[in-house]
């Protein structure tokens, strides 16, 4: 028993009660509906939510930082656009990949050096480049430019099989991947560490002499080069380029960082984190479509209840530790003035 209060410490009780609100939704929806609790149901979550993953993923590490990414959906949607028009003028389809990654950390790079450079706040300059990003996307066209080219349709029907009739796309594959490589980043690289130093205390990081400016621009171009490849994963999920692609999907990848355990204060927060709050997001999605007379708007609802809560409770654990943390400074100043009375 003492073994396990150990390990539900502060530390890890926001991740178990994300995986909890997982637990509940899904064995709430396979009560209720027939057919839900099927093995295609479950990994049509990753299916349709494999670009999310990634954004969400690369926001992050923005926000463990203390910052925040408001660009990510234009940066989404202008990946789409330009790689419709360059597949208009007869572009190779890995060429095109190329250059979506050079543009997605190009614009992150540029974005970071923006915040580090001139100390510029990341909701002003991040805000700003959400508008540049899709208004490219306006001036390239308004209209949607449909994407045939063999090599994207072939990844976008591809399936690989998992068991029974059960099957994933290629684009779940690169999100799990990417997962991973990120979880292997934030814990064995000198980069994660600081990045969780940097959303600690910036004036610590600098006292203990960790690369803050370096870390400041590289958090950024990270989150670029996440929302490039989630832009190449969407184009692969809808085979389209539209300006008007996923409006607001930056607040998705900010609701499923904080739902997954990530302190919006920075500091705190595991990579896996947002992968299960990007996965909540979905199976209440999911109830609303097998309900059928609801609206698509209670998602909204829902997770807008659920962010409060689990702002609530982070904010709880935050004001805990700072209570523990001053603890012993207040026994010294007992201490001391007990010693001045005598």
């Known amino acids: ?97 190329a250059a979506s990654i050079a543009l997605g950390v190009a614009f992150g790079f540029c974005q970071g050096y923006l915040i580090q450079r001139f100390q510029l706040h990341p909701w002003i300059v991040t805000l700003s480049g959400m ?23 072939a990844i976008s029907q591809y399936k690989i099989r998992i068991g029974g009739d059960g099957f994933i796309s290629i ?8 997962v991973v490589l990120a ?21 610590s990081s600098l006292l203990m002499g960790l690369p803050v400016a370096r870390t400041t621009v ?12 989630g832009g190449i994963v ?21 609701a499923s960082c904080v739902i997954g355990g990530i302190l919006l204060t920075g500091g705190f927060g595991y990579l896996i984190g947002p992968t299960l709050g990007v996965l909540a997001t979905g199976i209440i999605q999911t109830i609303i479509m097998f309900q059928g007379t609801l609206s698509s708007w209670w998602t909204k609802i829902v997770i807008g209840f659920l962010l409060f809560l689990f702002m609530a409770f982070q904010r709880m654990i935050v004001m805990r530790k700072e209570k523990t943390a001053a603890a012993p400074a207040n026994i010294q100043r007992k201490i001391a003035k007990k010693v001045v009375n005598l």
């Not at 508008?131 to 349709?153: H, K, N, P, Q």
């Not at 684009?171 to 990417?178: C, G, K």
């Open 1 to 97: 028993m003492k073994a396990l209060s150990m390990k539900i410490s502060q530390n890890n009780i926001i991740i178990l009660a994300t995986v909890l609100l997982l637990l509940l939704l899904y064995g709430t929806g396979a009560y209720l509906y027939n057919g839900f609790f099927s093995l295609q149901v479950f990994l049509n979550l990753f299916i349709d939510n494999a670009y999310l993953i990634i954004v969400a993923t690369g926001m992050a590490f923005v926000i463990i930082s203390g910052g925040i990414d408001l660009s990510v959906a234009s940066v989404v949607a202008l990946i789409s656009m330009v790689s419709a028009v360059m597949f208009q003028h007869g572009a190779n389809a890995y060429a095109v990949m």
């Open 131 to 153: 508008f540049l990003a899709r208004g490219i996307s306006y001036l390239i066209s308004t209209e949607s430019i449909v994407i045939s080219d063999d090599t994207y349709t």
């Open 171 to 178: 684009s779940v594959v690169i999100a799990l991947l990417v």
């Open 183 to 203: 979880i292997g980043v934030a814990r064995y690289t000198s980069f994660g560490r600081s990045v969780y130093a940097l959303g600690g205390s910036e004036k």
């Open 218 to 229: 590289l958090v950024y171009t990270v989150s670029g080069l996440f929302s490039a490849l």
């Open 234 to 254: 969407f184009t692969f999920y809808m085979l389209s380029g539209y300006s008007l692609h996923l409006m607001g999907m930056e607040m998705d990848a900010i």
